[in-house]
Nanobody, 116 residues
Framework: QVQLVESGGGLVQAGGSLRLSCAAS????????IGWYRQTPGKQRELVAR???????NSADSVKGRFTISRDNAKNTVYLQMNSLKPEDTAVYYC??????????WGPGTRVTVSS
């Protein structure tokens, strides 16, 4: 089992920055890929960015050049640095981890609101 807890969400003006953190605990040795998804009311949860155990990253086109994902294996924490935020980035952001065997874990989410 893996437990995920997000932090760092909040209210920010357009053009501002936030850094989200996701602390993992439990069977963290079993995590293959860890990353961030987001969801707005009435829409499907969508991938924002993710990073593999080998450090390979991929991210949504909508956030490339603005968001950066990083991983501190010693702290079992993954970060999402979000710069140049736009109102359309407003969403609940969820931390996601996928184990070596393909099991998926989710955090409870943290809300990000970008005002125009």
């Amino acid at each position: 089992q893996v437990q995920l807890v997000e932090s760092g969400g909040g209210l920010v003006q357009a053009g501002g920055s936030l850094r989200l953190s996701c602390a993992a605990s439990g069977s963290t040795f079993d995590i293959n890929t860890i990353g961030w998804y987001r969801q707005t009311p009435g829409k499907q949860r969508e991938l924002v960015a993710r990073i593999s155990s080998g450090g390979y990253t991929n991210s949504a086109d909508s956030v490339k050049g603005r968001f950066t994902i990083s991983r501190d294996n010693a702290k079992n924490t993954v970060y999402l640095q979000m710069n140049s935020l736009k109102p359309e980035d407003t969403a609940v952001y969820y931390c996601n981890a996928v184990s070596m065997t393909g099991y998926t874990y989710w955090g409870p989410g943290t809300r990000v609101t970008v005002s125009s």
